[in-house]
């Protein structure tokens, strides 16, 4: 469980739409990131968010013997695709 955590995922700038490297453990730690442009992201996941989160952390638990997973979570308040 804990090296789920370290799982990569793509976070989404709000303030210039940059993508940013951060981790679930991020995400769940509420950590703060900086965006390629130098904007501070405190990665704050939205109630339901962070339910898919352990939904998808469950599902990761399952996967992870099977190869790379792939997954995005939403935890910014404006999503820029
Ligand atoms: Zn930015």
Redesign the pocket.
Known sequence: MSELLNTPISVT??????K?EATLGDVQGEHRVT?????A?KLKPKNDSLKKVEKALEGLERAVGEGHVHFKVNVTQRERE
Request: proline residues 15%; neutral net charge.
């Open positions: 700038c709000p303030r210039c739409g940059e940013v965006c390629p442009n130098g904007h992201i």
